[in-house]
Every structure is written in C-alpha cells, then in structure tokens.
C-alpha cells in the first residue's frame, strides 16, 4: 500500500484530497447517495488496482472524474431497469440550503449539460480541459455549455449564470 | 434576481464512511503484480500463440493418424500379396475396365527402349535370356517346394508373339495391362494357364522375402520362369495409382516412367522381379498402386494391386 505513489500522494491522501471531487460527480450524475457510494468505492478501487503511471495532480484529478463517470455510466447501463427507492420518493440528495436551488436545476438539466455545467463552474476546468476529460471535440463543448447555460437559466430562472 | 452561486455545490462532501471504506480498499483487495499490467499484451499473445500451436499440432498428428489407419499394415511379403489379389478379385474387375483405353494408351506411350533396359536390371544376374517357347508354364522344374502355402500363379497367359533375340518393343498392341482378364484368377480366353497342380512345386515368395532390402519402395512382387522372359529378359511394370478420391491415373501421369520393375534375382530358373519406385516419387499414403508386369514383347506376366 505505502509503495504506491499517485503524482507523488499515497493512496490515502489521494483519498483524502479527491473524494469531494468524486462524489460530487457521482451525485450529479446518479441523483442519489446510495447509488454514488457505489460508484465512489469503484473509482478508488480502480485507482487502486490499475495504479496509473500519473505525475501531474492535474491529470490524476481529470482522471479520477473521468473513471467515476464511466463508473456512473456503467451503473446506469446495469440498473436502468430499476428505480431508486430514493428516486421515488423524491428525497435523493440533500443539499446545504444555499445549494439546494442550484443543484436542483443542475440535476433538471440532460446529463451532457449537466457535465460540462458542472465541471466548469464548479470544478473550474477550461473547455479543452473539459473536451479532454469528456472524450469530446472542443466545440461541441462549448455549444453544450452555451445550450446548457441557457437552459440552466430557463429552470433556475436566475440571470447570474 | 437570483444568482447562480455553484460554489455551493463543493460543500458536498462524502460521508466519512465512505472514505473510510475507500482508505481500507488496499486491505481487501490486493493489487494484482505489476508485472502482469505491464506485459499483460505480450504475455497474452504469448498464451495466444503456444495455444494455436499446440491446436494445430493436434490436429496434424491426429490427421497423420486418421491417414495411418486407412493404410493397410502387412506383417509379410506374402500376407500383402495375399490382400493384393483379393482387392484384385473385387477391385480390378469393376473399376479397371473402365480405366484400361488410358491405361492401355499410357503405356504405348512409355515403350521401354534398349539403352534403359540394362539399368533396370539393376545389376541382377540373369541366367536365361532365352525366349519362351510353349504357351503353357513348365512347371517340372520347381527347385523350392512350397511348404502348403498359397502359391501365386503369375505366369503369363500366353505367348503367341513371335519374339527375336533383340529386345523390341511390342510391334503389336499390348494386351490391356488393366484387363483382369489376364489375372491368373480370370484368365483371358485361348490362355491356357491355369493354376492347377503345376504351382504346387512353385517356390514360395515369402520363402524368399528375407532377401528384400529395407528399402522401403522395393519389394518382392512377384516370379516367373525365366524361361518365359523375351528378349533380353528384362520385365517392365507399368503403374497406376488411385488416390483416396481420385480417379486411376496413368504412370505417365505422375511417375514419368515405366522403368519401375526390376529384376530382383534368378533362382533355380524362376526370375523374381520387384517393383522400384525412384526415392523422388512422392509416395501417397493410402493410395491404391496397380503393377502391371509385362515383358518386352509387351505380354502381360502379372498384375498386383498393392497399398503403398
């Protein structure tokens, strides 16, 4: 354990310094807690098992959030014929109160929306770095971010954005 | 108005619980040796590759197998002569007939000429080169009685060509080398050979086997009375082969000569003569070979139907 080393952190700090990251990628994308535990420990425990050769803490946080949304995509593909007991009752995740609006509308945008919105406002990622992280042309990102905002805008109906 | 504050959202944070677990992955699941995410490409195409091989390798042996077994395996010279003659009985009377027009076409066009005559003797001494001058075989000069075995009666049928002393080709048509007509079984009709009491006194081919050499393509197939030999007394054999889903083919088809009889020895006035299949002639396992054994006035003397 102490012998492997992500861009000069041990396992544990990685942990300790990117599980926020992590799970709020897994919440934005699975909408619930139970389900984002899931694709929480998966993402650690490929870091763990596929130990990455990464010398930039950048690139270990891009590819951290680029594992956890395959894990939630993959969590998605396997469980889309069931429904969340959170889901149904509407009580998926709860937010501090001066979040709860924002994650609201965040969580009523389409998933690809949602992605780029996400890690670029909050993870404060440039649009290359998002096209990278998402497997995705630049230019499309910037089209879904400009089409995410407005719909962003349309639901949350604030002008800030 | 409302501003948008997605700052608000880093607050979230995990549950203590789940970090926990994550922090204690290394403890239940151990990470698999680096060795094996590093070569794992190379070590998977080495795999790949020892399992094609050995597939294929069991695969050839057991095909070599299936083709050992549809070959027939003789203990003796005279078992094998004995299988011979009874494929010939079935085989020859129903598939060669068809086949004789270009057996018999073949085989005028593989004459024996004089010059190869004296290497297909292969050096083996010959004690009568006089012609023969009765149709019937002279059977009161068997010199190795027969110890009850089943002699072979390969005597030729007849002989009603008017020979020389020099070794001619056949002026005349050869009689159709493929008629099992001039098999000892069915002789041909005016042939006034019969295996009667005459082959009794015959010397058994078996008797004589031990004589053979590990050469694998010359074998012992057959005797006459030297007497019988025309001209110089050499004997000519004509081959045809049919594969396991081929027609019968002609020597010239795949052989290029006729020169693959040769005498073996002279004993006590019977000529052994064997077949010689030249060591390039690829030989193919499983296949039928039809002898033909003529002499050069293009007589028919014997016919052997033989696995190679």
Known sequence: ?161 | MKKVNFDSLKSLEAPKSWIENAINIPQTKKAPPVFFFKYSRAVAFAATFVLVCAISITLFLHQNNDILKIEPTYSSTQEALNSTQATQESDVENTEQEKAKTATDSKQDSKPDSNNQQNLNGGAPLEDETLPSTNKPETDKPVTPTDGGTPEPTLPSNNNTDNTSSPQPPATEPTNPLQPTQTPNNPAPGSPQEPTEETIGKPDIAAIAHYQSVHDYCEIIGYIETKHLTGSGNVYCQLSKRGLSEPWLGSSDYCGADHLCTIWMVKDGYTYFAYDIPQSYEIEHGAQYLFIIYNESGQILDTRLKYL
């Open chain 1, 1 to 161: 354990m102490a012998d492997i080393e992500f861009a000069g952190l041990s396992y544990e700090q990685v942990v300790n310094k990117y599980n926020q990251t992590v799970v709020s990628v897994c919440i934005m994308r699975l909408k619930n807690w139970a389900d984002a535990e899931d694709c929480f420990q998966n993402t650690f425990i490929r870091l763990y098992q596929k130990t990455p050769k990464i010398n930039d803490e950048s690139h270990l946080k891009a590819w951290l959030i680029r594992v956890a949304i395959n894990e939630c995509n993959n969590y998605i593909r396997k469980n889309k014929k069931t429904l969340s007991f959170e889901e149904q009752t509407n009580c998926a995740v709860e937010f501090p109160l001066d979040s709860l609006d924002v994650s609201w509308a965040l969580m009523q945008l389409e998933t690809k929306y949602r992605d780029i919105l996400f890690l670029y406002y909050v993870e404060r990622y440039k649009v290359d770095e998002i096209a990278e992280i998402l497997q995705k042309n630049p230019n499309t990102i910037k089209t879904n971010l400009k089409r995410g905002r407005e719909k962003l805008k349309q639901i949350y109906g604030g002008d800030g954005i």
